[in-house]
């Protein structure tokens, strides 16, 4: 029974650490993980995803590549291929993947966050949960629970020591 707190508990943990590694820790490298809400951009970023976008400048950035940035209401972010770029104007112009036309405007240079490095198909689903209130009362009972695991094992352990057992 104390094997099974013991790995009950381990195995909890490694799961909150590798989700920590995989939604945390790229924020504090400067890599933003994304979640993709629309399948404008699909097949290539499935809607569920998780997109890792790393900070680029707008001048480095060339036809074909696929950009980030910010709309005009500076609070929604889109991910798309670039079609254009005008460096007189500082602008780019982009189209969504499965999208037939392209975008009805331009993006500036200083609107750009960056490019995506990697996207990991249905881990969006699982992030957006996990932000949400029901998300983390979750993993606040997963770490009550690993404490329980955690104390029922050492009273297991102390109980086989006084029996004499172990």
């Known amino acids: 029974m104390r094997h099974l707190c013991k790995w009950s508990a381990l195995g909890i943990c490694m799961v909150l650490a590798l989700l920590t590694l995989l939604l945390v820790l790229p924020g504090l490298l400067g890599i933003h993980p994304l979640l993709v809400q629309s399948g404008s951009m699909e097949p290539e970023y499935p809607v569920g995803s998780v997109i890792y976008v790393k900070s680029t400048e707008g001048a480095s950035l060339a036809e074909g590549d696929v950009a980030t ?72 009972l997963l770490v009550i629970l690993v404490c329980l695991l955690s104390w029922m094992e050492g009273a297991l352990i102390q109980e086989q020591k006084e029996a004499g057992s172990l």
């Open 69 to 140: 940035f910010y709309l005009p209401d500076e609070e929604t972010l889109v991910t798309h291929r670039i079609v254009r770029v005008d460096e007189e104007k500082e602008e780019i112009y982009t189209k969504g993947d499965a999208n037939e036309l392209e975008d009805g405007a331009s993006t500036p240079f200083s609107m750009i966050v960056g490019t995506p490095i990697l996207c990991i198909p249905n881990l969006g689903y699982l992030a957006g949960y996990l932000s949400s209130a029901a998300g983390k009362v979750g993993i606040i």
